[in-house]
Every structure is written in C-alpha cells, then in structure tokens.
C-alpha cells in the first residue's frame, strides 16, 4: 500500500514538475519586450495608388497602395495623402500597432519626392475625434481587426478599394 500511494505521489510530483517546466517558455514568451523594426521609407506616394478611405467636409484621405506593409515587428506602415478642398495637401509616413491601438508619424514628405523626419516619434493613442478619425477609422475598418493585424496586405488594400468613397479628387 505504501509503494502505491508513493508510485502516486512521484508521478504527481514529476507531472507537477514537467507542467511546470512547458510553461516557462510561454512565459517568458508573453514577457518579451518589443523591439520596433528599422525605418525604411517608401518612394514618394503615385497618384494612380491612391485610395480614398475617409473623407470629412473639407478633408480628403487616402492611402498609397504601394507603401502599405506590415513591418518585421508587427506594425502596419502607410503613406497617408490628406488633402483639403482647397487643394493644399500634406503627405506622411506613418505606422499602426494593432496590439496596443497606437499611431506613429515617421516623416512628412516633401514636393520633390523626398522625406523630413518627425522630430516627435512616438507612439501615441489613436484618437476618435473627428478631427484626427482618420487612424481610428484606418484601425477599426481596415486594417486591424481588434488587436490583430486584419489579414494579408492584398487583403487591406481589397478594402481599401471597396471603400464606399469615389476615387477622385475633392
């Protein structure tokens, strides 16, 4: 009776043990600390790339096409094209990370083609208001699906182009 009762506990202590041993790479897994990708800028934005995903009264937005990518460390990096209904337009290479709901500027370009660097770079909320929608609206109906990555970038740019907005200019 006795060497049952031990053969018992020996294999409790021994499951006990390995359980405890194929948890700890998940752990230290979970406890990572994310390292954001190099910066790699895009060519300058091609107007037959754009597309239009958001537009308010005085403001129209579009992504180019050609830039969107998902970086090595899960962000999705995009050119954005504002332009406004007087025809001045601001051009800017930003990043989303669909894990934590945040936005990034990288750098604005500039009208021969090429970039500035932000001088602030960091991660910041994403804004619901209507005057900054723009990302919110790039997150929730685009290209993220809650906190994940929504899909493939053929898959975002198949939104993008089913977007219930004209493709032309203000």
């Given amino acids: 009776m006795k ?3 031990f053969s ?4 409790a202590l021994l499951a006990a043990v390995f359980g405890a041993a194929l948890q700890i790479p998940a752990q230290a ?4 600390e994310w390292t954001e990708a190099a910066l790699q800028l895009p060519a300058a934005p091609a107007a037959d790339a ?39 337009r601001n051009v800017s290479y930003e990043g989303l990370r ?18 500035s660097n932000a001088r602030r770079a960091d991660w910041t909320r994403i804004s619901q208001t209507d005057a900054n929608k723009q990302h919110h609206v790039l997150y929730t109906e685009f290209l993220c699906d809650g906190n994940t ?3 493939k970038v053929p898959d975002m740019i198949q939104r993008l182009k089913g977007q219930r907005y004209p493709q032309k200019k203000i």
């Fill in 3 to 5: 060497s049952s009762r």
């Fill in 8 to 11: 018992v506990i020996r294999c």
């Fill in 29 to 32: 897994e979970d406890e990572k």
């Fill in 50 to 88: 754009l597309l239009t995903f958001h537009q308010t009264g005085t403001i129209q937005f579009q992504i180019d096409a050609n830039s969107l990518s998902i970086a090595p460390d899960g962000t999705i990096r995009y050119t954005l094209v504002a332009t406004s209904a007087a025809g001045a």
């Fill in 98 to 115: 669909c894990s934590t709901y945040e936005k990034k500027l990288f750098a604005f370009g500039r009208s021969d083609g090429s970039w």
């Fill in 149 to 151: 990555i929504a899909g």
